[in-house]
């Protein structure tokens, strides 16, 4: 299933809680899922931050059409600590289909080290 990934700027995550992805035919019929890592399962950092969602993972709310999609949307939520903030950004919002690729190996040699002996 479809992978989303994007890069969201975050200027302050001191009192930053999660992000919201939202995306569907509708303001009725939509997808929407929670995140509160970066895409390696870190904490997110102030600036730049890679995100990934699996489209499996999220909610569906009505009936959601997905040859017609119309919006996307993000949230960036704080606790009540944060004071209003500005500067965030959204970058490189694409969906991703990943197919399983198979590799076929003919050697594991990959070149010879300055002696002469194989590098594997």
């Known amino acids: 299933l479809a992978a989303q990934l994007l890069w969201v700027y975050i ?13 569907g035919s509708s303001s009725s019929a939509y997808w929407s899922i929670t995140t509160t890592t970066d895409v390696d399962g870190s ?47 959204v970058d490189n919002w694409v969906m991703a289909n990943p197919e399983k690729l198979t590799y076929h190996y003919i050697t594991w040699k990959v070149g010879i080290d300055a002696s002469g002996t194989d590098i594997t």
């Open 11 to 23: 200027p302050d995550v001191t009192y930053f809680s999660s992000i919201i992805l939202y995306w």
């Open 43 to 89: 904490s997110f950092v102030n600036g730049w931050n890679r995100v990934k969602v699996l489209w499996s993972d999220a909610t569906a709310t009505g009936s959601p059409d997905k040859t017609a999609i119309s919006f996307l949307r993000i949230d960036f939520n704080y606790t009540s600590s944060q004071v209003d903030d500005t500067d965030f950004r």
